[in-house]
């Protein structure tokens, strides 16, 4: 492969929300060009959703659209497989299947795609997969190396940046709604966005379960369970238990049809009292009115509690 002349496409979509930094930073020090497809919006939506099974996730939908608006624009586009970080460390069964999906789904086309594999349990862990995807891009060792030790350092510091935000947020006078979602879902313009919108026009501060210390959220989903094995639903279990004192209601946000978040959400409803909760799941024909209307009684619910209405 010759590294000069190469671009490589992002899609805006699922790991996206996790990698960006990591990924950009990677390309970057190795001095190869990256585009990112544009922020979701309807024309994304609906064209994933075509080229998507009726069964997918809305996650996986939006994630073909963003893979097809990239088609024809870049030499390869990422396609990560990330399984695991360990026992009990598991990533969503789409994150496995992801980069055989999406050649299946665009072997009609000439787009090249790229990819990497994190399988702990399998003994590939993230430094090998990407120093293997530097040397596929013909990269010297020593700068494959070089680059991703930057990329981990400046995604760390990103984190930390977040996660110092939703502290300054905590310590703010008004009513905290904490939102539990994959980031992807919490971030995307056409899923979390238009909620964290609403509450911040209604005058509710917005907090992130899934911007805490990621360490010690893994710890902490222990007491709601010890044995939920997908890494990200942990995140998320500690990070409502490292959070939930601060807010004053939590809102489980979620795409329709999520198989971990539907049994996940379904523990955090029977184990975490004495908080107001909302399960709202979201598909692609949610109007934002059927939502809003959601909120506003939830709103009401959380008011009414504290006696304020
Ligand atoms: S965790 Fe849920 S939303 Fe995310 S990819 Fe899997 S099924 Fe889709």
């Not at 993230?126 to 530097?134: R, V, Y």
């Not at 209601?249 to 029977?270: H, K, Q, T, W, Y």
């Amino acid at each position: 492969m010759e590294k000069q002349s190469i671009k490589i496409g992002l899609p805006r979509a699922m790991l996206y929300y996790r990698y960006s930094v990591l990924w950009t930073t990677f390309f970057q020090e190795l001095e190869i060009e990256t585009v990112v497809s544009e922020p979701t919006n309807r024309d994304v939506l609906d064209r994933g959703t075509a080229l998507a099974i009726d069964e997918a996730c809305l996650s996986l939908k939006i994630y073909l659209g963003h893979v097809d608006a990239l088609v024809g624009k870049c030499d390869y586009i990422l396609l990560p497989r990330v399984s695991n970080f360990g026992f009990h460390r598991n990533m969503c069964t789409r994150f496995e299947a992801m980069p055989d999906l999406v050649r299946n789904v665009f072997r009609g086309t000439d787009q090249k795609f790229l990819s990497y594999d994190v399988d702990v349990l399998a003994k590939k862990n993230e430094e090998d997969a990407f120093l293997e995807l530097g040397l596929e891009l013909g990269c010297p060792v020593k700068a494959v190396k070089r680059a991703y030790k930057l990329a981990k350092k400046n995604s760390a510091a990103q984190h930390k940046v977040r996660v110092q935000k939703q502290e300054a947020l905590s310590r703010r006078e008004g009513m905290k709604v904490l939102i539990a979602a994959h980031s992807y879902v919490a971030e995307d313009p056409f899923m979390g966005k238009p909620v964290t919108d609403y509450l911040r026009q209604n005058g509710v501060i917005p907090l992130r379960a899934d911007l805490t210390d990621l360490d010690g959220a893994l710890k902490r989903s222990q007491a709601l369970s010890p044995t939920c094995k997908w890494e990200i639903s942990r995140e998320i279990l500690g990070g409502i238990q490292l959070r939930k004192d601060e807010a004053d209601g939590i809102i489980l946000l979620s795409a329709f049809p999520c198989g971990p978040d539907a049994m996940v959400n379904e523990l955090i409803l029977r184990r975490v009292k004495g908080i107001p909760m909302l399960n709202l799941v979201l598909d692609a024909q949610s109007g934002t009115a059927g939502v809003e209307t959601r909120l506003e009684s939830f709103i009401d619910i959380i008011r009414f509690k504290e006696g304020i209405l």
